[in-house]
């Protein structure tokens, strides 16, 4: 008898040292999974942060880009008046040209006519 409660005292122990190990191993693995689980919820919330920077960033280079836009098609509309100011400019400086030929050759003109006047004049008197 004393062989089979030695036995037994060696097996219960055994047994007890093996629920330890189990339960050891148990509360290691539910250790990790919390770590794990910790781990997750913090890169959830980096990602969704990155997620609202990105989209912050994406709304203002939406925004600049049509500031951009905006501000070019000003300054087109402003380069087409000016080569039409200077379209005009350059049609009037044209026409002040044929004027001042027109009024020289008048003027040229009117000067023959009067020599040809006092030459008559001159006639006259003589």
């Known amino acids: 008898m004393r062989k089979l409660a030695e036995r037994t005292n060696q097996s219960t122990q055994e047994i007890a040292g093996m629920v330890a190990d189990i339960q050891n191993g148990a509360y290691s693995a539910v250790q990790s999974m919390e770590n794990g689980v910790s781990r997750v919820e913090r890169g959830v919330r980096l990602a969704d ?3 609202q920077s990105m989209q912050q960033v994406a709304t203002s280079v939406s925004a600049a880009v049509a500031d951009i836009s905006h501000a070019i098609r000003e ?6 008046k000016i080569a039409q100011r200077v379209e005009q400019v350059a049609q009037m400086s044209e026409q002040s040209h044929g004027a001042a030929e027109k009024s020289a050759d008048h003027a040229t ?3 023959a006519m009067a020599r040809a006047l006092e030459a008559e004049v001159a ?3 003589a």
């Open 49 to 51: 942060g990155a997620g």
């Open 75 to 80: 300054q087109s509309v402003a380069g087409q």
């Open 109 to 111: 003109r009117l000067a």
């Open 123 to 125: 006639r006259f008197r």
